[in-house]
């Protein structure tokens, strides 16, 4: 990842667009980001997500496949 693509667009979703997204499609297809705090992962996430907490996105970034589509909440 370089410095420019922390310049691209990135579309934003509703939460019934995200559904929709996600609705029949294998979780394998797509990542599911939880930027969240631990605890508040703890407390309920989505099924399938990945906690990377937004203050460790930098450093773990590779830890994303780069080739599918992503979602962070």
Do not use: C, W
């Not at 922390?6 to 997204?21: C, D, H, I, L, Q």
């Not at 407390?43 to 962070?72: F, N, Q, W, Y």
């Amino acid at each position: 990842m370089g410095v420019l693509d922390y310049f691209r667009p990135v579309r934003s979703m509703t939460t019934e667009e995200a559904r929709e997204f996600m609705r029949g499609k294998d979780p394998g297809d797509y990542n599911l980001v939880d930027v969240r705090q631990p605890k508040e992962y703890e407390r309920g996430h989505l099924a399938g997500s990945v906690l990377i907490p937004v203050g460790e996105l930098g450093r773990r970034i590779g830890e994303i496949d780069a080739s599918k589509p992503t979602i962070t909440y």
